[in-house]
């Protein structure tokens, strides 16, 4: 239902255009003076206003040069009078007005100024075309994004279904959000306003990982989502959770729903590092132009696919990945020997010295270095351990014991 917002500080004229705009299937709010006016705007965002000219504190004219300077602007501006001269009504269509209405207003001019204005005030609030950007034409990720501009476009609302943060980070810097605002959601540590929500009309609002929200941010989101359709954002949760699974933990029924019908899974970590050395190029350009960089580097022949499964973080980040690739570059090549430094590959003096060992020396002094490497580079749990080094956990406890390694620090991180 679109909303009106009569000002007029004729209490007869207000009530007469309400009566009739109230019959005509229209929600309509009054003021009588600009102080009200202004109240009514923030808390109403009327899809139209009904301005007179003449007012006892601020005039019309004064008030529409406010409201067509602000950011964002008003919604459409239709002004009356019953004593306006012509360069009156000039100078408020040049300000800014869609039309000028004589009192006594006739309903035959009145209803089709309210109807192109309401007409004028959704094309403005849409949202933007959802657009896809560099890395959404790797064709691992361009079915996935296609359902999900789809379901933005469609809904305002997408749920993306993905557990790794590196396609996490992927998808969300393949979708293209334009230049509008951004509202992390779980960012928000505090209740959510109507005022910050204000200041991100028209744009996209976020969760990168619903699983972790505190109560707070879960109240947030649902508060946010309830309102995206009023202030004409789109909201984008990425979450590790089904959404069979949201019900049994709190959240309500109809947002579960919600979340089901707009949901986009997408492909499975080791699925997606197959095709690093396909989606890097991608993003060694993107970062390349972010930094005006003339030269986007070649892999080597070998690529990255190649590398020992277990020397790829859990936690892959791409585009760090690429900065640390383009600072790496020698002649608009990544040497191999800069990956392998990269990734915390032994070094080429340290393999030749477990050459030089009795092979099962070597092969025990190579375990102690792989499982050394494998819980240094970040505090895993140890089920994470297990599967990269492809053992059971009872094994690599085992393992981990007979190399004389500590257990303390994979058993807190468990």
């Not at 501009?149 to 305002?156: C, P, Y």
């Not at 509202?183 to 609002?205: M, N, V």
């Not at 981990?400 to 257990?407: A, D, H």
Request: hydrophobic letters at 45%; glycine letters at 6%; one cysteine or more.
């Amino acid at each position: 239902m679109a909303k009106v917002l009569i000002v007029d500080d004729e209490v007869g004229i207000r009530e007469l255009l309400r009566e009739i705009l109230e019959d005509e299937g229209y929600a309509v709010e009054t003021a009588e003076n600009g102080l009200q006016a202004n109240e009514r705007l923030e808390a109403e965002r009327p899809d139209v206003i009904l301005l007179d000219i003449w007012m006892p504190d601020v005039d019309g004219i004064t008030l529409l040069r406010q409201w067509m300077g602000r950011q964002p602007p008003a919604p459409p501006v239709i002004m009356m009078s019953g004593h306006a001269t012509i360069d009156t009504a000039v100078e408020a269509t040049r300000i800014g007005a869609i039309d000028f209405l004589e009192k006594p207003i006739s309903m035959q001019k009145l209803l089709p100024a309210i109807k192109e204005a309401v007409a004028r005030s959704r094309q403005a609030k849409a949202p933007s075309e959802v657009a896809i950007g560099r890395l959404g034409e790797h064709p691992l990720l361009a079915p996935v994004l296609d359902r999900a501009k789809n379901h933005l476009q469609r809904q305002g609302l997408l749920y993306f279904q993905v557990s790794d943060s590196f396609l996490v980070q992927a998808l969300a810097h393949a979708l293209s959000l334009g230049d509008g605002p951004r509202l992390d959601l779980g960012a928000e540590t505090q209740p959510l306003s109507l005022d910050k929500l204000q200041r991100a009309r028209g744009g996209h609002w976020y969760v990168y990982e619903l699983q972790n929200l505190t109560r707070l941010q879960q109240k947030n989101l649902c508060f946010a989502i309830e309102r995206r359709g009023e202030y004409s954002a789109r909201v984008i949760v990425f979450s590790a959770v089904k959404t069979e699974v949201l019900e049994q933990d709190g959240w309500p029924e109809t947002l579960v729903a919600d979340f089901a019908q707009c949901r986009v899974e997408v492909p499975q970590r080791d699925e997606a590092l197959r095709a690093l050395d396909t989606l890097m190029p991608l993003a060694l350009a993107e970062v390349a132009q972010r930094r005006g960089d003339a030269v986007v580097p070649q892999l080597p022949p070998s690529g990255l696919t190649r590398m020992p499964k277990g020397m790829l973080p859990a936690e892959l980040d791409l585009f760090g990945l690429a900065e640390a690739l383009l600072d790496a570059q020698e002649d608009g090549v990544v040497p191999q020997a800069a990956i392998e430094r990269i990734f915390g590959l032994p070094d080429q003096p340290t393999l030749e010295r477990l050459l030089t060992l009795p092979l099962r020396e070597a092969r025990e002094a190579f375990e102690r270095m792989y499982f050394e490497r494998l819980l240094e580079r970040e505090a895993l749990p140890m089920s994470r351990v297990a599967e990269l080094a492809g053992l059971e956990r009872t094994h690599l406890y085992r393992k981990i014991k007979q190399l004389g390694l500590s257990l303390k620090r994979i058993q807190d991180a468990d």
